[in-house]
């Protein structure tokens, strides 16, 4: 056996006082504890969710069996307490990386009882075993890990089988997600004042708080309260039969692979064997299992992540709208205090055989009053809502004005009727730029006009206006003088072009038409430019 988590410090932390040490899993937890992490070097951005999910989970089901709910603070006693969790194995071996006994479990490695013949591929570095997929090798490069240390390892492990889709034959995803070609998303309230650790503290506080709920909820199909199966890599799999979400503890920690660390020449290197059923029975569920993270449709569907990943209008669905999304337990936090919290979501886009980009938003962070609407049903939380939905429809506005703008300035100054498919294509990469900057301001300018006064709130939407179409214009300045067009023609396009963006914004069923405070200063210019 080699590299023992519980024992071993094998991975690698980067502290709040710049120091950089090696730790066990239960210093790692310590640690988390006292708040005084800053990073784990060896964790890759898409990793992040997946550690974090990981950690959470295992505290919780390390706690509710011990029979306690406060966290333990030393690294012996977070030792003692996992070690519970797997009793009967005095070499702790499914705390091991490499086992050398396959029919004994190993990290996230399911015990081969009839030994590794039909673990039939190899992977030589952990990012060529882990779940990401890129169709052309640009966003993340594959098998560049050619001296991978065990933190690599272990966070390719968990990644692996805890976020894997289908990947072809004998090759099925996870449990916690809607469909094998989508992905385990998070969407979650870190608290604004701390790091990963406070982070990880609240999840576990709020999983231990409602997990009773989780069962109820869920029962009488899924789940167990008490001796439900919680780390699956215990279990013993050939690949031929599934576990029911009924054997399940509602928090269990899932593989879906059959994959077993080997020692060779030196190095470690990674079997991996197909299975005819996925490890869970869970088709029917289509994602819906009680997640912390994951926000789940009207239709009972758990969230397919797309390549739009979370820009202000999807995140407008989830967390403003509910008349799609239910939020997840961990969008749910204590607004009684005068905290302000940071909405953490984060997710790989997943599609047929590859991944199509991996999406994160940290730098959205909700005041008291904006989380407390959250937190509520009606009331101040539909304000919020129409306050949102007031500011699409003004990005909505601004973008059409762009886009026709462009567009006429692209056919060389033609009329609306004359316009074609072509030059409305144009606008494109003009359009994906001011969506950037739509996406930038948008929540902070919703906190300002939400908790603004019912007399200060036009202040805040002019000057919200104004900054979008101040940002337009500069597009559109841009934009006329480099899209291709007859040389005979730039003048007119340009001119004409600067008339139609105006006019459009001035008709008489814009969303501006009753705020002319924003066409003040745009007057002057225009009748400088026309002398």
């Known amino acids: 056996m080699m590299h023992n988590l519980l024992t071993d410090s094998l991975i690698r932390v980067d502290g709040d006082d710049g120091r950089r040490r090696g730790l066990s899993l239960p210093g790692v937890f310590e640690a988390m504890v006292a708040d005084s992490v800053a990073a784990f070097p060896a964790l890759r951005p898409h990793q992040r969710h997946a550690w974090h999910a990981f950690l959470a989970q295992l505290a919780v089901l390390a706690l509710v069996k011990a029979g306690g709910t406060d966290p333990p603070r030393r690294e012996q006693e977070w030792r003692a307490v996992l070690r519970h969790l797997t009793p009967g194995f005095q070499r702790d071996e499914p705390w091991c990386l490499v086992v050398e006994d396959p029919s004994k479990p190993a990290f996230m ?37 050619s001296d991978g240390l065990p933190d690599d390892w272990l966070f390719a492990l968990i990644d692996l089988q805890t976020m894997s889709g289908f990947l072809g034959a004998g090759n099925y995803g996870i449990a916690r997600m809607n469909g094998g070609f989508s992905s385990r998303p998070c969407l979650g309230l870190a608290p604004g004042y701390g790091s990963v650790g406070a982070h990880l503290f609240h999840d576990i506080q709020r ?13 009488p199909d ?72 994951t926000p789940v449709s009207r239709m009972g569907k758990a969230l397919s992540l797309s390549r739009t990943g979370f820009r202000y209008d999807r995140l407008h669905r989830l967390v403003l709208d509910e008349r799609e999304f239910t939020l997840p337990p961990a969008m749910r936090v204590n607004a009684s205090s005068a905290a302000s919290w940071r909405l953490v979501a984060r997710g790989v886009a997943a599609g047929q055989g ?18 407390k609407s ?67 301001h948008f929540f902070d300018f919703l906190q300002r006009r939400f908790e603004a006064s019912e007399a200060e709130r036009p202040k805040v939407r002019l000057t919200f206006a104004k900054l979008l179409i101040d940002r337009a214009k500069a597009l559109l300045e841009e ?38 405070d924003i066409f003040a200063t745009s007057h002057s210019e225009e009748d400088e430019r026309a002398r």
């Open 479 to 516: 934009a006329t003088g480099a899209v291709p067009c007859a040389r005979i023609r730039r003048f007119r396009a340009r001119a004409r072009a600067t008339s139609a963006f105006w006019s459009r914004l001035r008709r008489s069923d814009s969303v501006f038409s009753d705020q002319e």
């Open 374 to 440: 959250l937190m509520s049903l009606g009331g101040e939380r539909d304000t919020l809502n129409d306050l949102a939905n007031a500011q699409l429809e003004e990005i909505k506005e601004v973008l059409a004005a762009l886009r026709f703008a462009i567009a006429i300035a692209a056919s060389g100054g033609k009329d609306a009727a004359s316009i074609g498919q072509s030059d409305r294509k144009k606008a494109h990469p003009y359009l994906g730029r001011m969506d950037t900057v739509a996406d930038s």
């Open 354 to 371: 590859k991944t199509e980009g991996y999406h994160e938003r940290s730098d959205i962070v909700f005041g008291p009053r904006v989380t």
């Open 109 to 145: 490695q399911c015990p081969a009882a009839g030994g590794l013949s039909a673990y039939k591929k190899r992977h030589t570095t952990p990012d060529d075993l882990d779940l990401l997929v890129t169709a052309k090798n640009h966003d993340v490069k594959a098998a560049i890990a």
């Open 207 to 219: 999983m231990i708080e409602s997990r009773d709920r989780l069962i109820e909820q869920y029962a």
């Open 222 to 293: 899924y789940f167990l309260a008490d001796d439900g199966v919680g780390l699956l890599w215990l279990e013993p799999w050939d690949g031929t039969e599934s576990l029911r979400l009924d054997q399940l503890d509602p928090y269990f920690i899932e593989i879906c692979r059959r994959v077993r660390l080997q020692r060779r020449d030196g190095r470690i290197v990674a079997l991996v064997g197909t299975s005819r059923r996925p490890r869970i029975a869970a088709r029917e569920a289509m994602g819906n299992v009680g997640d912390h993270w």
